[in-house]
């Protein structure tokens, strides 16, 4: 039974630290700011002004003979329209809250 020693220490040791780690973990998670509380602001305006010159840069590429950028740039325009029509949805159907 002199075997069972070394097995136990180990087990308890192991137990000790796991909780420790996890009390940490746990510490950390509770006084962090959760993700929701800070804001988002979109610029739609710029968005698609951003869009547009990308438009533009990839008509120009193109016209230079580079479609491989130009298909860059229309993706990133494209991207960036994306962007604007979610920000302009979001701020069409947010609802305040409830007890505003």
Same mark, same amino acid.
């Given at each position: 039974?002199?075997?069972?020693? +070394?097995? *136990?220490?180990?087990?308890?040791?192991?137990?000790?630290?796991?909780?420790?780690?996890?009390?940490?973990?746990?510490?950390?998670?509770?006084?962090?700011? +959760?993700?929701?509380?800070?804001?988002?602001?979109?610029?739609?305006?710029?968005? *698609?002004?951003?869009?547009?010159?990308?438009?533009?840069?990839?008509?120009?590429?193109?016209?230079?003979?580079? +479609?491989?950028?130009?298909?860059?740039?229309?993706?990133?325009?494209?991207?960036?329209?994306?962007?604007?029509?979610?920000?302009?949805?979001?701020?069409?159907?947010? *609802?305040? +809250?409830?007890?505003?």
């Amino acid at each position: 039974m002199r075997h069972t020693k +070394p097995a *136990r220490r180990t087990l308890t040791a192991l137990l000790a630290t796991t909780l420790l780690a996890g009390g940490v973990l746990l510490g950390q998670t509770a006084t962090a700011e +959760p993700a929701a509380a800070k804001t988002v602001t979109c610029n739609v305006t710029k968005l *698609r002004a951003d869009a547009r010159k990308e438009r533009d840069r990839a008509a120009r590429l193109k016209r230079d003979g580079a +479609p491989a950028e130009a298909r860059k740039a229309l993706a990133h325009a494209d991207a960036l329209e994306h962007r604007a029509k979610q920000c302009a949805d979001a701020d069409n159907n947010s *609802r305040p +809250p409830l007890w505003k």
